[in-house]
């Protein structure tokens, strides 16, 4: 079963630095996250992020990627079923099917990218 | 098959070889004899005036054969789609995927077709795949998928002629015409007019394109978090208009998008409010615009005077 729920966060989502994005997402209860989006061909297996624990004892989900400049659309999805609406994304947009997705923008002229 | 057999009997058979089960038609044969029509051998017209017979033959026949050549079966639909021009890497990722996913033959060739229509009116094909692949990978009904990638499509069309109408207001050096047209495909998607956008654009004239794409993507975050077009509109225009940065009105609208739901409307009508009232005070203040407040300071000071 598909469950698209917003989750919490403090942590910002994703990091731009000169092209190379830095996703991560917070969740204790997940076994597996992976990051699904416009630029994977919203495959759901193909960018498994990692997991490391924080000296809060948090479990933080990472994965670092390199993308070019462009507007992409993505979510994070929990053990392989769980859409998630990334919490602190640049901003977001209905995907046709009922549910939000994140949206990124890289670019230089605005604040994501880091010269 | 269209037969005379020169018996005075005029015969077609619809019946196909692999023609998809949902798009075979229920109509086996046709058949003229003498003054009778019939169909699958059962009596259908049977009457004095051979003319009007025949043309009735002749329309269903041209009928039988348009829907049964529309609707051809999956290969016929590949070849189709490689023989206009589509990227046979973007034919078969939409294939395998949906494949994978479990999807009858009959809306793989749905999708297939939006796929070819797009590469047909000039629009971006992978974007019209990835958004087909976005639904399968969601596990989305086809039928919604095919109405997805096509509302897609139409959005993409009308950013490209929006943006044939708002380039000349563009500052000159900002090349991100792809990036805009896409920020605004993706708005007109969400349920923005072009000419609402286009009405925004004019509270910011001469602006750079990053700064539209930003207050674009902002918009359409403010309607798919639950805002009416016309509160996100108000706002941006308002944000335009008081000359506000990217970031300012990213994060403004970041502010309102995490508003609990009871109490965003008293936040927007503030958020109004208070670019009201930011106006007015610069009337009166001489400087520049980029002469601004702080975020938090902003905030405190609005939030003193309510």
């Given at each position: 079963?598909?469950?698209?729920?917003?989750?919490?966060?403090?942590?910002?989502?994703?990091?731009?630095?000169?092209?190379?994005?830095?996703?991560?997402?917070?969740?204790?209860?997940?076994?597996?996250?992976?990051?699904?989006?416009?630029?994977?061909?919203?495959?759901?297996?193909?960018?498994?992020?990692?997991?490391?624990?924080?000296?809060?004892g948090q479990h933080v989900w990472s994965i670092g990627i390199?993308?070019?400049?462009?507007?992409?659309?993505?979510?994070?999805?929990?053990?392989?079923?769980?859409?998630?609406?990334?919490?602190?994304?640049?901003?977001?947009?209905?995907?046709?099917?009922?549910?939000?997705?994140?949206?990124?923008?890289?670019?230089?002229?605005?604040?994501?990218?880091?010269? | 098959?269209?037969?005379?057999?020169?018996?005075?009997?005029?015969?077609?058979?619809?019946?196909?070889?692999?023609?998809?089960?949902?798009?075979?038609?229920?109509?086996?044969?046709?058949?003229?004899?003498?003054?009778?029509?019939?169909?699958?051998?059962?009596?259908?017209?049977?009457?004095?005036?051979?003319?009007?017979?025949?043309?009735?033959?002749?329309?269903?026949?041209?009928?039988?054969?348009?829907?049964?050549?529309?609707?051809?079966?999956?290969?016929?639909?590949?070849?189709?789609?490689?023989?206009?021009?589509?990227?046979?890497?973007?034919?078969?990722?939409?294939?395998?995927?949906?494949?994978?996913?479990?999807?009858?033959?009959?809306?793989?060739?749905?999708?297939?077709?939006?796929?070819?229509?797009?590469?047909?009116?000039?629009?971006?094909?992978?974007?019209?795949?990835?958004?087909?692949?976005?639904?399968?990978?969601?596990?989305?009904?086809?039928?919604?998928?095919?109405?997805?990638?096509?509302?897609?499509?139409?959005?993409?069309?009308?950013?490209?002629?929006?943006?044939?109408?708002?380039?000349?207001?563009?500052?000159?050096?900002?090349?991100?015409?792809?990036?805009?047209?896409?920020?605004?495909?993706?708005?007109?998607?969400?349920?923005?007019?072009?000419?609402?956008?286009?009405?925004?654009?004019?509270?910011?004239?001469?602006?750079?394109?990053?700064?539209?794409?930003?207050?674009?993507?902002?918009?359409?975050?403010?309607?798919?978090?639950?805002?009416?077009?016309?509160q996100g509109i108000s706002f941006m225009k308002k944000e335009?208009?008081?000359?506000?940065?990217?970031?300012?009105?990213?994060?403004?609208?970041?502010?309102?998008?995490?508003?609990?739901?009871?109490?965003?409307?008293?936040?927007?009508?503030?958020?109004?409010?208070?670019?009201?009232?930011?106006?007015?005070?610069?009337?009166?203040?001489?400087?520049?615009?980029?002469?601004?407040?702080?975020?938090?300071?902003?905030?405190?000071?609005?939030?003193q005077r309510n």
């Amino acid at each position: 079963m598909i469950v698209d729920c917003a989750a919490e966060q403090i942590v910002p989502t994703v990091v731009v630095n000169n092209n190379n994005c830095m996703f991560s997402y917070r969740d204790h209860g997940a076994k597996s996250v992976s990051l699904a989006g416009s630029f994977n061909d919203w495959d759901r297996t193909s960018m498994s992020m990692k997991k490391t624990v924080n000296k809060d004892g948090q479990h933080v989900w990472s994965i670092g990627i390199r993308l070019p400049e462009g507007i992409y659309s993505y979510k994070f999805v929990i053990d392989n079923n769980v859409w998630v609406v990334p919490p602190h994304a640049d901003a977001y947009a209905s995907d046709g099917f009922g549910g939000k997705n994140g949206i990124l923008i890289v670019s230089k002229g605005l604040k994501q990218v880091k010269e | 098959m269209l037969r005379n057999n020169c018996n005075g009997v005029l015969s077609i058979n619809t019946a196909r070889r692999g023609l998809d089960s949902d798009h075979a038609l229920s109509i086996k044969s046709l058949e003229f004899i003498k003054s009778t029509l019939a169909i699958d051998g059962q009596v259908f017209l049977r009457g004095k005036n051979m003319k009007i017979k025949l043309i009735v033959t002749g329309l269903m026949g041209l009928l039988v054969f348009s829907v049964s050549a529309y609707a051809g079966t999956l290969s016929d639909t590949i070849q189709t789609a490689e023989k206009n021009g589509v990227p046979s890497g973007q034919v078969s990722l939409v294939v395998n995927r949906a494949k994978a996913e479990g999807i009858p033959d009959a809306g793989i060739i749905n999708m297939l077709r939006t796929v070819i229509h797009a590469k047909q009116d000039n629009v971006s094909v992978p974007m019209i795949t990835n958004k087909i692949v976005e639904g399968l990978s969601k596990h989305a009904q086809a039928e919604r998928i095919v109405d997805a990638a096509n509302r897609l499509e139409q959005s993409y069309k009308q950013a490209g002629m929006l943006y044939d109408q708002i380039k000349g207001q563009i500052q000159k050096g900002d090349n991100k015409t792809m990036e805009l047209k896409e920020s605004m495909s993706i708005a007109i998607f969400n349920g923005v007019k072009p000419d609402q956008l286009k009405d925004l654009y004019r509270a910011a004239p001469g602006s750079g394109a990053s700064y539209y794409i930003m207050g674009t993507v902002s918009l359409t975050s403010l309607i798919s978090s639950g805002y009416s077009t016309e509160q996100g509109i108000s706002f941006m225009k308002k944000e335009f208009s008081s000359h506000k940065t990217a970031d300012e009105i990213q994060h403004k609208t970041m502010r309102l998008i995490e508003q609990p739901m009871g109490s965003r409307n008293d936040m927007m009508e503030r958020e109004m409010g208070q670019g009201n009232t930011m106006q007015m005070n610069r009337t009166g203040i001489p400087g520049n615009p980029s002469d601004r407040m702080p975020m938090n300071q902003d905030m405190n000071m609005h939030n003193q005077r309510n």
